[in-house]
């Protein structure tokens, strides 16, 4: 049976071979000349000799020419050009004539297929037309290996397509099987190497009928080698026999200009974390009340700081990172009993040289000391003058004021959010305040005032930053009174008078979202945190600890919004990413789509938009079909708004050029799958050949 299934699933993918490349060989019988004053050219280079041929079996050589119709350039090879598998040395591309050499520097393996694949390095000279996809595909043995499968690369947060991923596939027999440490990322080197176009979908070819592991990382740094904590990864859970895998179908988007693929395999990429050796790297003394130490790994674990000259209950602890690998140290002790060198210790626990974390004590060593601006030299060096000059002329010299240093941030004017409040950060942590002494009245438009109560919360992520929490009434107006004194910092320094006037936000100027949540069914106790995003993802409003029932976002401003649902499997109401090396997935983020494939919703002022949410169609399991359809939706609402956007144009009398570029684009019929380079000077099939 996998033999029938193999021979038809191979049969399939020829036809679609055939089809295309016939489509690249009408294309090319158009001229790729441009007529003077007649349309821009479009079309890219038209390859025209090949030799050794594509296809080559028992390859000896070292050099390869392609040739094209017209001169051509290449362009960000280093990025685009890769071969499969890779090389040690890569080879070298040089324009000779109207076309590409070849030199391959590298000793090659037996028995083994080679591709090189050229992106979108090979552009013609004149409009730098890019020809995708290219590929030059030989054996150093008898046989091309010459199975496909496609597959497509997601963000696993933001749910959306990841371009320009590698892929990588490893013969599955050649690896060790060691449960719940997975180092093949890092040590080991890729049989067949792919790589994802910019809407995510992969075609990977010269495949064996054999199991692979298969990974994905997106390539942040374009040198074409996988960085742990700044790459995306993803990878599959168990071993893949492109054989064994469902047929699919595959098609040149025209639009795009490069093939395109139904995925078979769904990679869900997310940063890993790199492993990082938990040591103080620094210590430091910004400020005279202030010191900061920096630790080389999230989350470190102090057993206890001691200052020689300072009380402990006098020193306030602050990290400043979620991680918790910067944290400030604040002395609540007045600037003149504070020594220029604070000195001390700290017992943590650090990396050893084989990565074991061990007790350790270190000491501390902070000092300060006031160094003159500029600016203030100046002013100095002016107040003496004259206080000098006063003094000759018997006067008695005042000093001017100075500024105080006290510094917060705080809007004094504007609309508040009745659910979000005020926000006051200030630069130092709080001693003391007075918040009886802080008055907030309602004034009504007669001007008549009432005062009505309010109270200070501390946020707590930042212990600098404070809420001021009060009972908003819509549309009614605000004022604030702040006395002078009310606050005093750890440097003794106090607040000036602050006054602020407010409007509370008028819900019809907004719209209103309720989200009905309908979780999985009966004895469900999954936790979801349910996001109201922009149209471009970035997230506005969020709802943690949802699990079934009303979940409503109030205030959200008219236009495009998207709602995304993470699957909080921990309950930490926060989503957590994977790691490769524990094998173990990042939790699930979805963007919720209604029955008509539409994950974008436009919201207007003054209105209520209400959703039903069922988390068990939202996380049902991910197929080829599931992973079809939506691809589906998507494309379809993607070239819904380029024609709305298209009509915008014409309308604005700008669309003669986006027609004359679609006439040019349309030319291109169906150039190339397997790579333009497949059939160039032949119509060949056995890019797919058994």
Known sequence: ????????????????????????????????????????????????????????????????????????????????????????????????????AIQIRDTLRENTTYALNFGSTICDNNEGNPLHAARYVFSTGNEIDSLVCSGYTADSYMADSVSKSFIYFFIADSLPDTPGYDSTMFNRKPDVIARAENNGIFIAQNLKPVPYRIYAFEDTNGNQLYEAGTDQIGFLEG??????????????????????????????????????????????????????????????????????????????????????????????????????????EITYYKHDSIRQLVRTTEELKLAWKYIETKDEERERLKEEKERERAERAGETYTPPEKPNPFKFKLATTGDVNPEQHLTIDFDYPLVRFDSTAVRLAEVAETGERTEIPVHFERDTANMRRWRIMADWKQKLKYELLIPSGSFTNVAGEQNDSIQGSYTALDPEKYATVIVNVKNKGEGDTSKYIVQLTNATGTLQQEKKGVSQGKVQFNYVSPGEIKLRVIEDANGNGKWDSGNVVEQRQPERSELYVNDNGEDIFVTKANWEMEIDMDMSRIFAPVTMESLIKLLDDREEQRLKKLEEERQKKLKEGKGQNDRNQGQGQNQMGGMGFGGALGGATSLRTNTFNQ
Not at 23 to 42: E, I, L, N, Y
Not at 291 to 317: C, H, Q, T, W
């Open 1 to 100: 049976m996998n033999d029938k299934r193999h021979d038809n699933h191979a049969r399939i993918l020829r036809t679609a071979a055939v089809l295309l490349l016939f489509g690249g060989m009408f294309s090319r019988c158009a001229s790729t000349m441009t007529p003077q004053g007649g349309p821009k050219d479009t079309i890219p280079p038209v390859i025209v000799l090949m030799e050794p041929d594509n296809y080559t079996t028992n390859f000896k050589g070292n050099k390869i020419y392609i040739e094209f119709n017209e001169f051509v350039q290449l362009k960000d090879q280093s990025k685009e050009f890769f071969t499969s598998p890779a090389m040690k040395k890569k080879p070298t591309l040089t324009i000779r004539g109207r076309g590409v």
């Open 239 to 344: 071993t893949y026999n492109p054989a064994e895998l469902p047929d699919f179908a595959i098609w040149y988007d025209s639009l795009r200009m490069y093939p395109s693929a139904e995925p078979q395999l769904y990679f869900r990429m997310f940063t890993d974390d790199v492993f990082k050796r938990q040591i103080l790297q620094e210590s430091s003394r910004p400020n005279c009340h202030q010191a900061l130490l920096y630790f080389g790994a999230r989350n470190p674990r102090i057993e206890s700081i001691r200052f020689d000259s300072i009380p402990m209950e006098k020193v306030i602890y602050d990290p400043q990172t979620v991680g918790r690998d910067t944290v400030a140290l604040w002395f609540n002790v007045p600037a003149a009993d504070l020594p220029d060198t604070i000195r001390g």
